[in-house]
């Protein structure tokens, strides 16, 4: 698994270094050589844009799962064993989650054996979102080729 996902994450930062090597050539081809600087010019401020809300969008996606997966361990824990652990009543897990005392990692080792740890799911929307965002663009390109 560590292979694939160095080997994963290594193909993606290359793509995405090459689309910016190869973007001039390509809107050369398909707009001509006349308005490169001009397309170009327009292109760079939405991907600097793209990259500033992309993230901003994944982490805002990341955190709202967080905060599920630790609302749902909370009802799922022992309230005596979390008054025991954290020295307050389950009613102030927020005030704890604030100030950063209370972590997911912290909340997982209370669970009982019955339930699994949902860490490894905080990205499923983020990823599903990505996905799906992905399978559009290619659905326009497939439009765009078919109309031209």
Do not use: W
């Amino acid at each position: 698994y560590l292979a694939g996902f160095c080997t994963s994450s290594f193909l993606a930062v290359t793509i995405m270094g090459g689309v910016f090597s190869v973007l001039p050539p390509y809107e050369a081809d398909l707009y001509g050589s006349k308005y490169v600087g001009a397309i170009h010019g327009k292109f760079l401020p939405f991907s600097t844009v793209r990259g500033f809300a992309g993230t901003a969008i994944l982490l805002q996606l990341r955190s709202k799962e967080e905060t599920k997966a630790i609302e749902e361990i909370l009802l799922n824990i022992d309230p005596e064993l979390f008054e025991a652990t954290f020295g307050v009543d389950i009613s102030q897990a927020n005030i704890l989650l604030e100030s950063k005392v209370l972590t997911l990692s912290k909340l997982v080792s209370l669970l009982p054996p019955e339930f699994s740890d949902p860490s490894p799911f905080l990205y499923n929307s983020s990823m599903y979102t990505m996905a799906g965002l992905a399978g559009v663009a290619a659905l326009l390109l497939f439009c765009c080729q078919t109309c031209g």
